[in-house]
């Protein structure tokens, strides 16, 4: 079984880091975006986090929103050394109840939810009834202020020694403070876009209050992580990782290039159903311009000869693909490692690369516990059992844009930095019906030209995900003088921020007019195109 390594040097232990408690709110993991948007290292953790469990003394705590009421028989909880631990503490919403629950158990009134927008009046006092930071939450903001409200329980009162330092028409503690300690609490959320102000708010918060430097930066979390590959696989330790072509899976492999160059090995595995000649360009980039040690694996007949026959069954599709997908790279890994033995200044390969992200880390260490939907495709570590492999995993501290960051800061070509996310089971997914190589030159050959036009039109970056798919079904058509009997395409397109719902794009008439005519005339076995004006819900993004 795959076991994480340890972590010789943590970024917590080199800047100066603000702490989010996480109690589960939608909205928490970008508290810590904002964060290090405003160059402060942050990071988040369950609330139940145990403090004498960490070994690292954070510069101040956010108690995140939550869906609870603190006095639920099941509401979580901080641990009480939070507030042992003298370091200055904001409660968001659901955080300031658990402020107020401390100190006063008696303060919240039960009410209907309240959702949206709401107008925060600011209430100064001057210097500070105490030690004179009162005042600091709000220093530089209006007194009037949009804010994002979206909470069920509010105060009925203030606990003991706090001050009201904001209010709304419906909550008239909007805003706390404690009048000796830097302790904070505000109903609303600062860290939505629709708080217009929410940023200075938490930059007053991290900066002022918490004192925290704002020295964090791409740069230097290169420079920290390549030192930390270094010392975590050795002189001669060896590292094997599956790529995709996607961003997550170079970026990772380019970091562990310039880490320990070649005895970092990447290996991508050609399934048969990836895009037009993405193998091809793949190898070309990731060994020419990123100089990355990579073996390519053409297995695509072996895929496409285990994929005949299966008509209506993408399930079925789905694990096919997945099932090989590992075999092969399992057989690779093998191979190299035996070739890796053999040599003498290489040792042996103890460790997988994996591209995790942070909001996989944060979804698997959730006080709730781990997702019922963990994505079995990413989960490779797992299933190269007889390796014993330990996981490396560079880019857990990250998000998504942070990684295009980092990739653009490493040479990776823009449009790789950039390309749209592509499914593990591939065009395979794209074929409605049987997979055969005949399929899957059609379909490549459209959404070869519908990306083509998309990028040449200037919207790939603003489409999420852009890809012609092949119905199994054929029409009429006229063509020259003949009438055609041939394949539908049909094509999506969709804007979203997450995956979880999706709207298709809206294209011009022209547009799609001309990508009708060249697929049409280009693609041999195509006689009708259609747009698929499907939302998600209720559609998927992908058709199968
Ligand atoms: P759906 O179709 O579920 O797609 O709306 C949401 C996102 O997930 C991708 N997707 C997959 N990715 N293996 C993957 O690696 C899969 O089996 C798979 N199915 C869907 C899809 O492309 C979209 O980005």
Redesign the pocket.
């Known amino acids: 079984m795959a076991t994480n390594g340890e972590l010789p040097i943590e970024p917590h232990k080199t800047f100066d880091t603000i702490l989010v408690l996480d109690f589960g709110s939608q909205y928490s993991h970008l508290i810590t975006r904002r964060m290090r948007e405003l160059n402060v290292y942050c990071e988040m953790l369950p609330c139940t986090q145990n403090l004498a469990e960490l070994s690292w003394k954070p510069k101040g705590i956010i108690l995140s929103g939550g869906p609870y009421s603190v006095y639920w028989d099941d509401a979580p909880h901080v641990d009480p050394a939070v507030f042992e631990l003298d370091v200055p503490i904001l409660g968001i919403c659901y955080g300031l109840q658990e402020i107020a629950w401390h100190f006063g158990k008696n303060v919240l009134a039960g009410e209907k939810r309240e959702y949206g927008h709401a107008f925060l009046k600011v209430e100064r006092h001057e210097g500070g009834s105490g030690s004179g930071h009162v005042d600091k939450l709000f220093q530089g903001l209006e007194d009037d202020m949009e804010v994002w409200m979206s909470h069920g329980d509010k105060l009925s009162n203030l606990p003991p020694s706090f001050v009201t330092i904001a209010t709304t028409t419906n909550a008239p503690f909007a805003g706390m403070a404690h009048q000796e300690k830097p302790y904070y609490g505000i109903q609303f959320h600062p860290e939505v876009t629709h708080t217009p102000r929410g940023k200075h708010l938490l930059k007053n918060f991290a900066v002022e209050i918490c004192k925290a430097k704002q020295d964090w930066t791409m740069g230097k979390f290169v420079d920290q992580e390549i030192a930390r590959i270094k010392a975590l696989v050795g002189e001669k330790g060896q590292v094997i990782g599956a790529v995709s072509g996607g961003v997550d899976s170079t970026v990772a492999a380019k970091l562990m290039q310039e880490a320990i160059g070649d005895r970092f090995h990447a290996v991508l595995v050609d399934n048969g159903v990836l895009r037009l000649n993405e193998a091809a360009q793949v190898k070309e980039t990731l060994t020419e311009h990123l100089g990355i040690n990579l073996t390519v694996v053409d297995a695509s007949e072996r895929f496409l000869g285990l994929l005949k026959g299966v008509t209506d069954d993408p399930e079925k599709k ?1 694990k096919i693909i ?1 099932n090989t997908f590992i075999e092969v790279f399992q057989e690779e890994a093998k191979k190299i490692a035996a070739a890796a033995a053999g040599s003498s200044k290489a040792g042996e390969i103890e460790w997988l690369l994996q591209g995790t992200l942070y909001p996989d880390v944060i979804e698997s260490i959730s006080f709730k516990g781990p997702s019922a939907t963990i ?1 079995t ?1 990413h989960n490779v570590g797992g299933l190269l059992a007889g390796m014993h492999l330990k996981l490396i995993e560079p880019l857990r501290e990250l998000f998504k844009d942070e990684v295009r960051e980092l990739g653009t800061n490493l040479g990776i070509p823009e449009e790789l930095v950039w390309r749209h ?5 591939g065009i395979a ?1 794209r074929i409605l019906g049987e997979v055969t190589p005949e399929q899957v030159r059609i379909a490549r050959e459209a959404d070869h030209i519908f990306i083509e036009e998309i990028r040449a039109a200037g919207l790939y970056r603003k489409i999420s ?1 852009a890809f012609a798919a092949l119905l199994p079904v054929k029409a009429v058509g006229v063509m020259g003088d003949k009438r055609v009997h041939n394949q539908v395409i049909a094509l999506r397109a969709v804007e979203t921020s997450d ?1 979880m719902t ?1 709207d298709w794009y809206p294209f011009d008439g022209q547009f799609l007019k001309k990508v009708s005519r060249r697929i049409v005339n280009e693609v041999d076995g195509v006689c009708r195109v259609v747009y698929d004006i499907t939302s ?1 819900p209720p ?4 058709m199968e």
């Open positions: 789905r997945g994505k495709h996310p592509f499914p593990g089971p997914i995900q995956f999706a998600k559609g998927t993004i992908e």
